[in-house]
């Protein structure tokens, strides 16, 4: 070899060293997004609610297999299955703070259904199921819990639009329970509120009589916010001349 070629292989050789390595990757440091404390919350709330449902699935005197009910029942394990698998994507808020109180309340109305007596526990178990179903489809729809704004008009029964009159509302599966109802934050009509938890309502129109007794318009029961972030309804009022009025609950 002459002394010029091995000069040119000793220089290629010092800049092959020269030459900086290729960085070997290095594992990602950035930590992995972590359920907030709200989304913690309901998916333990939604664990304790499924065994319950479950134990109705596997009562027949309460829950008779073939029927509505039954299907509504199964219908509703694989809501709360599906809830739970992703209530950790929900951003925490308002809503879900609230889905997260409904569910903890629902394993209760559960548990007292399974010692009712089977006519009695039937309308609560429905009234459940439903208002997990409602819950289930807007998660489904708008990726998580969101707020629902309803707007109610109030008419007669010659349905004319009528004003002055209190519009209130309850979970259909609380509908018993006075201390549960709620009321909207101005009169009629058109009054309007912002749902924080979609569900599965009952709303009626409300106002004193003459005699400064309390009358009640026809309730109407309500899946407020399935799929629609706004709602218009109309609510039949109570009739104005009557002279006694109704102490039933909606």
Known sequence: MTRAASILLLGAAAVGCMAPQQARPQPSTAATP?????????GEALRALLPEL????????????????????????KDVTWLERNVAKWPPGPPLEAFVAA?????????????????????????VVRDLAVKAQQCRTFGGPVPVSVRVVTRDAENREVSGYEVWYVRKAYERMPNAYRRFEQNSSPAGHVFNEAGYYVIWADHLSARARRQ????????????????????????ATANTASVATP
């Not at 569910?103 to 009234?127: K, N, T, W």
């Open 34 to 42: 972590s359920a907030s404390p709200q989304s913690a919350a309901a």
């Open 54 to 77: 479950q134990g109705l699935a596997a009562d027949p005197e309460r829950v008779p297999a073939g029927t509505p009910l039954a299907e509504s029942v199964a219908r509703a394990q």
């Open 103 to 127: 569910f903890a309340a629902h394993r209760q109305v559960l548990v007292d259904a399974r010692r009712a007596a089977p006519a009695e526990a039937a309308p609560q178990i429905e009234a």
């Open 216 to 239: 009640r318009g026809v309730p109407l029961d309500l899946e407020v916010g399935p799929d629609r972030r706004e709602q218009v309804i109309d609510l039949v009022v109570p009739d």
